[in-house]
């Protein structure tokens, strides 16, 4: 059974920081890039950042700076360092992987940034 399990969601103030975590099962094989993907009230689910099975990463700019994604493959666990967090910031956050022929999401983990 393929299963993406996000943690580490909550509320936070601003300027503070959290850190994500998504362990992906080992069902799934052969993943090209793990990813992270935010969606604010009201809003479309958007980008926040991609690492791929070479280690590139990329940002959406808004997270420049203050995120960083990483992985460990020992653990099949992917991270999102979120520091210096804004009220924008709040959303519900999904992990994403991507394999040749297919993509998985996780069920989201609520992250809420108060001012």
């Known amino acids: 059974q393929v299963q993406l399990v996000e943690s580490g969601g909550g509320l936070v103030q601003a300027g503070g920081s959290l850190r994500l975590s998504c362990v992906v099962s080992?069902?799934?094989?052969?993943?090209?890039?793990w990813g992270w993907f935010r969606q604010p009230p009201g809003k479309q689910r958007e980008l926040v950042a991609t690492?791929?099975?070479?280690?590139?990463?990329n940002y959406a700019d808004s997270v420049k700076g203050r995120f960083t994604i990483s992985r460990d493959s020992a653990k099949n666990t992917v991270y999102l360092q979120m520091n210096s967090l804004k009220p924008e910031d709040t959303a519900v956050y999904y992990c994403?992987?991507?394999?040749?022929?297919?993509?998985?999401w996780g069920q989201g983990t609520q992250v809420t940034v108060s001012s």
């Open positions: 690492v791929s099975r070479a280690g590139s990463t």
């Open positions: 994403r992987v991507f394999t040749n022929t297919a993509n998985y």
């Open positions: 080992r069902s799934i094989s052969s993943i090209n890039v």
